[in-house]
């Protein structure tokens, strides 16, 4: 591929434009208020995110004296310049937000935020009380003076400085006390049944004196570090990876600043001061006019109040699935022998469907072994209790265990240790690839056959993120993909050099080159007159190679749709593209985890899904998974939803043809256009 510069857009200012697309749901008066709040602590949570681990990456590429343009035309220092000033722009827009739109809202509900000042004294009693018995006990003050050096700054706590005034008894100039982290970030001011809050950090700033008796405090201040996150695992240089990981979870404690927020209210000489303490430059200090770290603001959006929230919600039982009796693992079974089933989560519940198949397979005495891929799971999941149930009655498990997924390593590690103590077979993966595949075997003894079951999905075995996950799934017993997904475990756990596979694409030999197979197949059909169309659901799309090669079939006028939830380095920058690229996101009260690969193929409709995005870290350093579907009346249910997808009739965002993304609201007349995801709600609960 010749010059490809300036033909993409950058990764990571496309992930700041799916930040600010979750911000704008903040001020779309269809979403309840509390679900709004909600959306701001969200906000943060992805911008705390961006920064540990993308800024971060960017910051060490300057380091290493990299200075070569990307794929879209920038230098490292260039983007750093633009990703700050953009996220200062959005921090900016967020507080603002919070404090003249939301705050006042809430107030109307009875639901307000005050200053210790604005108390009655009944109210400051009483938070008096709660100081004395619940907060003062844990605080630590920590001094700096010629013995006592500055303290380490952990990631994402929020702090309070303190300027005090030094005399000639104390040779004291700063302190700084952590606000503690397992107490609720806004404190009631009663019992009553009023919901009047203030802040944590703020009522521990009212009693500073009391930690420092006999010094005079000048001012204070609030700030906040992020520290760079991400892993640097040399697996060639580990005999036990494990063990590795430990290590290396506990150095990343101490990586090194990548942002400071501050109160814009802080005192220059403080602030530059601060700075050199923590070897931080000034263009990495964002400063905030609000509180720092909205996170907490899930506090408030869990508030029992059912009018300011989502309707609620209750997926329902897979209809194939509804007369199983609970009892008998042989019903539920028999389920899967009379088709597949192809289940779409949160509307149609994971714990009947994919924990139910885990559950009866462990306590079946017909089932001889279960195979399983984890990723992300949840503390308490009823998916370890059956592996490791099985395990305990004799069936041969083996748990494929990713300890490298982000920000869930120690879970990993934990689990990994449990399962090995019950007889598991725990492995992990095959170097230098991460096991993002969402995969499950159940090999079952009936009569004088051995059956495969499989369960082959787009989102992590974890049943809480299911409630709130747009995912797929497909369970079945066909003997070609159970034959697949023998052949892959076993590369998984043993090793194989022999990679082909009937109904699977798999990261990292035959996806890459089989998607980008099907992508030019749909460019020659179209120029050789014949049908072509190709449309896309996924996470992320990025990967230079395949976007170069959808610009080819847009290119020769192929007709390519995508619905992307966030990463989408697609430019409209030609007329042919702008006429057949057609683009939409989709954000609301689920997480749209998804991901459908559809080719035309001349009437000899392709559908796939499943756990790969088109990024170059799926298609060539994970392990990945994309399942065929044969199923007609499969590929027509899939076709529904890429057809709602894309339908103007929804609330949705659309990339315009100056590469913009702009949100249609409303429609012609001026009417609120139905949520995407409330649809399938309505369509569900009329089923």
Request: glycine share 4%.
């Amino acid at each position: 591929m010749k010059d490809l510069a300036a033909t993409f857009q950058d990764r990571e200012l496309t992930w700041l434009d799916f930040d600010t697309r979750v911000l704008e749901l903040t001020e779309d008066p269809t979403i309840p208020l509390l679900e709004r709040v909600r959306f701001l602590a969200i906000f943060s949570s992805n911008l705390d995110e961006f920064f540990m681990v993308r800024v971060a990456s960017l910051k060490a590429k300057i380091e290493r004296g990299v200075t070569a343009p990307n794929s879209a035309g920038y230098t490292p220092k260039e983007l750093l310049k633009i990703v700050l000033q953009r996220t200062q722009e959005l921090v900016g827009i967020q507080a603002e937000r919070f404090r003249d739109v939301i705050v006042p809202e809430l107030a109307q509900h009875g639901i307000e935020f005050l200053k210790i000042s604005e108390l009655s004294q009944d109210e400051r009693d009483h938070l008096k009380d709660y100081y004395n018995k619940r907060v003062f006990p844990v605080l630590t003050p920590l001094v700096v003076d010629p013995s006592h050096p500055f303290p380490y700054i952990s990631g994402l706590s929020l702090n309070i400085g303190i300027n005090i005034e030094s005399t000639d008894d104390f040779d004291i100039s700063f302190a700084r006390v952590k606000v503690p982290s397992n107490l609720p970030r806004f404190i009631r001011t009663s019992d009553n049944s009023k919901f009047r809050f203030v802040l944590l950090d703020e009522l521990i700033a009212e009693h500073l004196s009391e930690l420092f008796p006999g010094v005079t405090l000048k001012d204070h201040f609030f700030f906040r570090v992020t520290r760079n996150q991400d892993l640097d695992l040399d697996e060639d240089e580990t005999d036990d990876i494990l063990q590795t990981m430990e290590r290396e979870l506990t150095r990343r404690r101490f990586g090194p600043p990548v942002r400071l927020e501050v109160d814009k209210v802080i005192n220059t000489q403080v602030l530059n001061e601060l700075m050199d303490e923590l070897e931080i430059e000034p263009q990495d200090v964002i400063k905030y006019d609000s509180p720092l770290d909205l996170r907490s603001l899930n506090q408030i959006a869990d508030l029992d109040f059912p009018d300011l929230k989502y309707k609620p919600f209750r997926s329902e039982t897979a209809p194939e699935l509804r007369d199983v009796d609970p009892d008998s693992a042989d019903s539920y079974f028999a389920a899967l022998r009379k088709g597949e089933i192809l289940l779409h989560h949160p509307y149609q519940s994971f714990t009947t469907s994919v924990v139910k198949f885990l559950e009866n397979a462990a306590r079946d005495p017909q089932v001889l072994a279960i195979k399983q891929t984890l990723y992300r799971t949840s503390g308490d999941s009823p998916i370890i209790e059956a592996l490791i149930e099985a395990a305990e009655a004799g069936k041969q498990v083996l748990a494929v265990i990713e300890i490298r997924a982000r920000f869930d390593e120690m879970a990993n590690v934990r689990w990994a240790r449990k399962l090995e103590e019950v007889g598991v077979h725990v492995v992990y993966g095959l170097m230098g690839l991460k096991t993002h595949a969402k995969l499950s075997l159940v090999v079952r003894e009936e009569g004088d056959v051995l059956r495969r079951y499989c369960h082959v999905g787009t989102g992590n075995y974890n049943p809480k993120t299911a409630r709130f996950y747009d995912d797929l799934g497909l369970l079945s017993s066909d003997p070609v993909l159970g034959e697949d997904l023998s052949r892959l475990f076993n590369e998984l756990s043993g090793h194989s050099t022999k990679h082909d596979y009937s109904r699977l694409l798999v990261a990292p030999h035959s996806l890459r080159k089989g998607l980008l197979m099907r992508i030019k197949r749909e460019t020659k059909n179209h120029l050789d007159g014949k049908p072509s169309w190709i449309r896309l659901k996924l996470n992320s799309l990025l990967d230079e190679e395949i976007v170069a090669s959808i610009y080819e079939a847009a290119d020769a006028g192929v007709k390519v749709e995508v619905i992307v939830r966030g990463i989408c380095s697609l430019q409209l920058n030609n007329q042919a593209r702008r006429e057949n690229i057609k683009v939409r996101s989709i954000l609301g009260r689920f997480l749209e985890h998804s991901r459908i690969y559809y080719f035309r193929n001349d009437g000899a409709e392709d559908y796939f899904i499943g756990s790969a995005d088109m990024m170059q870290r799926n298609l060539d350093r994970r392990v990945e998974s994309l399942v065929r579907i044969d199923s007609e009346k499969h590929k027509e249910r899939l076709k529904g939803i890429l057809d709602d997808s894309l339908s103007d009739q929804y609330s949705t965002w659309k990339l315009t043809e100056d590469n913009q993304w702009v949100r249609n609201v409303t429609d012609t007349d001026g009417n609120y256009l139905v949520n995407f995801q409330d649809h399938f709600i309505d369509k569900h609960n009329r089923a």
